[in-house]
């Protein structure tokens, strides 16, 4: 299901399938605005939002070392960076490997690099963001950039000049970084992802570079 409408199906008392469960876009971004202001706050150092310890980059959760992955966090203090950084990236990640897992796993193992990240672009794209990516590169040696003309999750930002208008905009874009590894992690591919904002919002593109392949954890066979 897409963030827009949640296509959970669901049954009444009958046992008989109701239609999806619909949950009105403005709520997730709400939601995101306070993860943002969550994760920018002053918590107690190496500590998140249930407790867990923060201190290891997400990018260790796919063998990546977390340096360039993600949009950078420039701006703040350095324990502020990490922590609004990781934390967004890390629950991005989590909520993309089980995006990435639901929406594959009617599919047949992908052929290649390539043909999953074309997957990435199209059904998974247009599930979450309701559209596909406008366009895809590739220097055919495991760096692909993707570009997004009119990112949904950027569609009502405004841009603030300096340097704290810049952090704000690469914080919000750490989640979707995140929720891109993994997707990918979910389909066997180990990469490292950043984001560029374009000058004209909500237009990004985000960078995709590929560190490992495995075997598929969820894509059906």
């Known amino acids: 299901a897409s963030w827009g409408s949640m296509a959970a199906q669901q049954q009444d008392d009958g046992g008989a399938p109701r239609g999806p469960a619909l949950m009105a876009e403005t ?17 107690p150092q190496g500590r998140g939002a249930l407790g867990e ?26 324990a502020a960076a990490v922590k609004t950084g990781e934390g967004l990236e890390s629950m991005g990640f989590q909520v ?9 796993k009617h599919r047949a193992r992908f052929d290649d690099t390539l043909d999953t990240v074309k997957f990435l672009c199209k059904e998974f794209w247009t599930e979450v963001f309701r ?47 995140g929720l891109i590894r993994g997707a990918l992690f979910t389909l066997g591919i180990k990469a490292a992802v950043s ?23 969820a894509a059906a066979k």
């Open 27 to 43: 709520c997730f971004d709400l939601l995101l605005i306070e993860m943002l202001q969550f994760y920018g706050s002053e918590q």
């Open 96 to 104: 993309g490997c089980q995006l990435g897992e639901r929406y594959s």
């Open 195 to 217: 984001a560029d904002v374009a000058s004209a919002l909500p237009a990004c593109s985000f960078t995709v570079k590929i560190t490992q392949q495995q075997q598929p954890t």
């Open 131 to 177: 559209k596909q990516i406008d366009n895809l590169k590739t220097n055919h040696r495991g760096v692909f950039v993707l570009y997004d003309s009119k990112f949904r999750w950027l569609r009502l930002a405004s841009v603030e000049k300096g340097q704290k208008g810049q952090k704000s905009t690469a914080d919000l874009l750490r989640f979707p970084c």
């Open 53 to 78: 310890n923060t201190s290891t980059s997400s990018g260790a959760e796919n063998g990546t070392n977390g340096a360039g992955s993600g949009a950078g966090v420039g701006g703040g203090g350095p």
